[in-house]
């Protein structure tokens, strides 16, 4: 069974250049979340999503980002314009919340660099 | 918001120790999980923790769900070195939707 699948798994672009970061879940899965991790702030998360609809965006850290679910097998976060502190690994993780453990399947992350 | 504080922030130790870490919250989880992060890699859960003084085992992995409901702990006994990686707690509560994560603990294990 495949997991979460993310790509690019690494990206470099220069600063102002536009971001999209792509992730499929988890078949049947009905809460996807989108993390950024860095050193300095560790995992943090940005957006969620249940059943294809956004649940908590509050994590986002402003305009320039963007998260979008059109469907349940596919999501997408966008960065426009990039700047170098928007460098981080972005990682999507899913879960199916009908077995209430809690368990989040992680994507193995895209790693961004702003220049 | 809420927030876990997990210890240590790294370990560095011999293979072969035994290792422990913990997470505390100033507010209550119905369930506590330990994930583990290999470099490179996205977290991969470990043990999940649903009622409050469980005791559950993985191996050479132990975790226990405090009493409160406001910690939990994470013991690894003799330490190999393929357990180097950064180790997260995370606490749910029911119907939450979302997970809080710790900041992560980083083991290094020295052969």
């Known amino acids: 069974d495949a997991g979460v699948i993310q790509s690019p798994r690494h990206e470099v672009t220069e600063m102002g250049q536009e971001v999209t970061l792509r992730c499929k879940p988890i078949s049947g899965h009905d809460y996807l979340f989108w993390y950024r991790q860095t050193m300095m702030r560790g995992l943090e998360l940005l957006i969620y999503f249940n059943n294809n609809v956004p649940i908590d965006d509050s994590g986002m850290p402003e305009d320039r980002f963007s998260a979008k679910m059109p469907n349940a097998s596919f999501s997408t976060l966008k960065i426009q314009p990039s700047e170098p502190r928007d460098s981080a690994v972005y990682f999507c993780?899913?879960?199916?919340?009908?077995?209430?453990?809690?368990?989040?399947?992680f994507g193995e992350g895209s790693r961004l660099t702003v220049l | 918001g809420q927030q876990l504080n997990q210890s240590p922030q790294s370990m560095f130790i011999q293979e072969g120790e035994d290792v422990s870490m913990n997470c505390t919250s100033s507010s209550i989880f119905n369930t506590w999980l330990w994930y583990k992060q290999d470099p490179g890699e996205g977290p991969v859960l470990l043990i999940a923790?649903?009622?409050?003084?469980e005791l559950t085992s993985n191996g050479r992995l132990t975790a226990q769900f405090g009493i409160t409901r406001k910690d939990s702990f994470l013991n690894i006994s003799a330490s190999i070195p393929s357990d180097v990686g950064i180790y997260f707690c995370a606490g749910q509560r029911t119907n939450a939707g979302k997970s809080t994560f710790g900041d992560g603990t980083t083991l290094t294990v020295k052969p």
């Open positions: 923790l649903y009622k409050a003084g």
């Open positions: 993780a899913s879960s199916f919340s009908q077995r209430n453990t809690g368990e989040l399947f």
